[in-house]
């Protein structure tokens, strides 16, 4: 089981990943990022790079759209990893028609089987109005079962809006 999970929610350009990258240059431990988004426009390579310069060196990076449970059970206890984010990686595995109830207990399985600390950070996107389609809807009700799993199992959730830190659950 991993040492300690904490769950950074917001919503988007909250501060949660700045909020996230700091929660582990607190710790003493080697850090590891693992990155979910799938980089297809300049836009998002724009983002992706932005990202890279805010965190700075001394950084493991693995890239991985899809398939999160071999990165997790590789990590070791003297690592802390960001994973970046589950709201891309559930997004991914809604647009490759993967049945995400599976997807989402293999991914709870690997987090709780993890032997490094991990620092989660997943977006916040039901506090807005019902989307206008059924992929969209899908998505949100996705994404909402998936927070309110991550927030049981972690020992920690914290809920980031302009940049501020609310504690949910736990102590930071």
């Known amino acids: 089981m991993s040492t300690r999970v904490t769950l950074i929610l917001g919503g988007a350009a909250s501060g949660k990943s700045a909020h996230a990258e700091q929660t582990c240059f607190n710790s003493e431990k080697r850090r590891v990022y693992l990155a979910t988004s799938q980089i297809l426009d300049r836009e998002m390579r724009v983002k992706v790079d932005k990202h890279v310069v805010q965190r ?45 109830q599976v997807v989402q207990q293999e991914l709870l399985a690997a987090i709780s089987r993890c032997k490094a600390d991990l620092v989660i950070v997943s977006n916040e996107v039901g506090m807005g109005i019902v989307p206008d389609n059924a992929l969209s809807r899908q ?30 659950k736990g102590a930071v």
């Open 139 to 168: 998505f949100r009700e996705a994404q909402g079962r998936l927070n309110i799993a991550l927030a049981a199992q972690a020992d920690c959730a914290v809920l980031v809006t302009a940049g501020l830190p609310l504690i949910l």
């Open 56 to 100: 700075g060196d001394g950084w493991t990076t693995y890239e991985e759209d899809l398939e999160l449970s071999p990165i997790l059970d590789s990590l070791e206890q003297q690592q802390i990893c960001l994973l970046d984010c589950v709201t891309m990686w559930l997004s991914n595995h809604l647009l490759a028609g993967s049945d995400l």
